[in-house]
């Protein structure tokens, strides 16, 4: 079935980086891009970014310019999100989607814990 | 960034009533609107998109209205499953944007 399955929980140390994997099946991977969400605890949905699967473009929430980036790897249907200068305010579930516009899949969330 | 307001941020109802949400953004975003529903552990749920089509598989008692600035979810007759956290999301243009949820509880 279409899934797209993510990395584990990551618990890092301020300053540190993360690196987020979304693995995607049951459907082609470039006809649709993937979209990435965060959830920090007791709070709402933000939107990260998003990258194309066809051609790599990418579009990010100004409040990450510089700090995130979104990639893909076509011979594995993975998408990766890194961030980097984490600090505690980046505590968080973080969740790719499939789409450009409204998601209709999403992953399992990852677990990322910015603590000294 | 177009700015999406839900109100109200908690709405505490019984099973079987009516529910109608509400989601109004700073300026147009078409009908360019999704609303999504997301419970403690799992993965958000895609409901509605272009502010008025069901997803595959969403029941029938889920409704949604509205363009432009002014858009609503109505759950017609709210099951015991339909207690969660509900938000809007436009991709009328870069960067999208949600809101920031309305909780259904129960009464």
């Known amino acids: 079935q279409v899934q797209l399955v993510q990395s584990g929980a990551e618990v890092k140390k301020p300053g540190a980086s993360v690196r987020v994997s979304c693995e995607a099946s049951?459907?082609?991977?470039?006809?649709?891009?993937i979209t990435w969400v965060r959830q920090a605890p007791g709070q709402g949905l933000e939107w990260l970014g998003w990258i194309s699967t066809y051609d790599g473009d990418t579009n990010y929430a100004q409040k990450f310019q510089g700090r995130v980036t979104m990639t893909t790897d076509t011979s594995t249907s993975t998408a990766y999100m890194e961030l980097r200068s984490l600090t505690s305010d980046d505590t968080a579930v973080y969740c790719c989607a499939r789409g450009t516009d409204a998601l209709d899949i999403w992953g399992q969330g990852t677990m990322v814990t910015v603590s000294s | 960034e177009k700015v999406l307001t839900q109100s109200p941020a908690t709405l505490s109802v019984s099973p079987g009533e009516r529910v109608t949400l509400s989601c109004r953004a700073s300026q147009s975003v078409s009908s360019s609107l999704a609303w999504y529903q997301l419970k403690r552990g799992q993965a958000p749920r895609l409901l509605i998109y272009d502010a008025s089509t069901r997803a595959t598989g969403i029941p029938a008692r889920f409704s949604g209205s509205g363009s432009g600035t002014e858009f609503t979810l109505t759950i017609s007759s709210l099951q015991s499953e339909d207690f969660a956290v509900y938000y809007c999301h436009q991709y009328n243009n870069w960067p999208r944007t949600f809101g920031q949820g309305t909780k259904v509880q129960i009464k």
């Open positions: 049951g459907y082609a991977f470039t006809t649709y891009g």
